[in-house]
């Protein structure tokens, strides 16, 4: 329960003032700087959407399975988006948009998309959640599990799983509005809360972030007037696979399975082949796309996990974070989520990431690059991008950023020096 106390109290304070200088409230930036975009990507299909075209009479798109190969025509017509259907499973396929401009074609450049693995992956990785049970003993419940909620998968005491696994029921809260699940580490030091907010049938994907070992998984109902939590039911999982995805695999925030998410990463990356300049375009495509929410300062609080931020465009410096560590994890490049002090404050009231690549951690922090939060509004072929923030070092980074490494409570009950 303390640790309910904490998260709530730590997020509270980081939405408060994470921007260095609120400057004048800006116009909403524009979010999608491309003619053609991906709207979501599956297995076998990838849907497109583009942009009108003033003057043009029709559009081509084509498609070809390498960026310098012959691009056959998928569809022609005067619609502004289309589904392509039967693509082969985890495949990188190159596509051209053609505008008709009264008989003389104008050609987009060149993107690049890729389809899903039918299986989830991680690091390069393919991982298959639930095995087995490793027990014929049910989990145990305690009294208010009965009226509150209910377990229909997966309802052993003790199991076996590949890095993931679902639980799925239906959450009745008579008792007290809403049920929560709490996943402890094995060796006990991080703690994370997925909420069910939702009355009613739920499924949830349950990641074991933290390497191999035997997780315990718990049902918790509440909260309590006063604040606590009763425990529902217990059970325990043992994940098989040794690896730390921690820092890959999504989180309650930090959502980078989300198709939209997914889509969005690769059409950003999908022609760059060097890690630093994967997360160099996606730092420049939310500096250009976010603009920071300054209703903070009135005291309006708005969500600010990644999907929120993609589907509104605007956030501070948590949404931020969140969106840019989902974008990069959706392409397996590990990214953290960190808390900490900027600015002089003496309390926690920022947060940033932290991006692997050439074998080292690199400091990004996407707010304090963004000079929307300055009163600018348009980026003309890039105008007013800038990299201060961008793979800083860390000595200049403490000028103005205090040392992260004494924070010990994060949101969503985890502990340690990072977040998500």
């Not at 730590?10 to 975009?37: Q, R």
């Not at 949404?319 to 953290?336: E, F, N, Q, T």
Request: charged share 15%.
């Amino acid at each position: 329960m303390i640790k309910f106390y904490i998260s709530f109290l730590l997020t509270a304070s980081i939405l408060v003032s994470c921007a260095p200088d609120p400057g004048n409230p800006p116009t909403p930036a524009a979010v999608n700087p491309f003619l053609l975009s991906i709207a979501t990507a599956g297995s076998n299909t990838i849907t497109f959407v583009w942009s009108e075209t003033n003057g043009a009479t029709g559009y081509v798109l084509s498609y070809s399975a390498s960026s310098n190969g012959v691009f056959s025509q998928i569809y022609s017509g005067g619609a502004l988006n289309f589904q392509q259907n039967g693509l082969t499973p985890d495949t990188t396929y190159y596509y051209r948009l053609s505008a008709d401009m009264g008989g003389a074609m104008f050609d987009l450049p060149v993107i690049a998309m890729r389809t899903l693995p039918v299986r989830l992956q991680f690091g390069g990785i393919t991982v298959d959640g639930f095995i087995s049970n490793l027990t014929s003993a049910p989990m145990k419940k305690y009294s208010i599990y009965n009226n509150n909620i209910k377990i229909t998968s997966t309802t052993a005491s003790n199991f076996l799983a590949d890095s993931y696994f679902i639980i799925k029921g239906t959450n009745y809260a008579v008792d007290y509005p809403q049920a929560a699940i709490a996943i402890e580490s094995p060796d006990g030091s991080q703690t994370i809360w997925h909420y069910l907010d939702d009355r009613g049938y739920f499924e949830k994907m349950i990641f074991l972030r933290y390497g191999g070992g035997n997780y315990k998984i718990t049902v918790l109902i509440g909260p309590h007037p006063d604040g606590y939590w009763y425990v529902g039911a217990v059970m325990y999982v043992t994940n098989a696979r040794t690896n730390d995805f921690r820092y890959l695999m999504p989180s309650e925030i930090v959502q980078s399975l989300d198709p939209r998410i997914r889509a969005l990463a690769f059409q950003l990356t999908g022609m760059i082949s060097e890690i630093s300049n994967k997360a160099r375009a996606i730092h420049d495509y939310l500096v250009k796309s976010i603009y920071y929410d300054l209703d903070i300062y009135n005291g309006i609080y708005r969500p600010q996990d990644a999907v929120a931020v993609y589907e509104r465009w605007n956030a501070v410096c948590a949404g931020y974070s969140a969106i840019y560590a989902a974008l990069l994890r959706a392409i397996d490049i590990p990214a953290v989520y960190i808390h900490g002090k900027a600015g002089g404050s003496e309390t926690i009231n920022h947060a940033w990431n932290e991006v692997w690549w050439a074998n080292t951690w690199h400091i990004v922090d996407v707010t304090w690059d963004d000079p929307l939060i300055g009163g600018h509004s348009d980026y003309p072929d890039g105008y007013n991008l800038r990299w201060n923030y961008f793979d800083i070092s860390e000595g200049a980074f403490l000028a103005d950023h205090q040392d992260w490494s004494s924070v010990d409570y994060c949101s969503f009950g985890i502990t340690g020096e990072e977040m998500e």
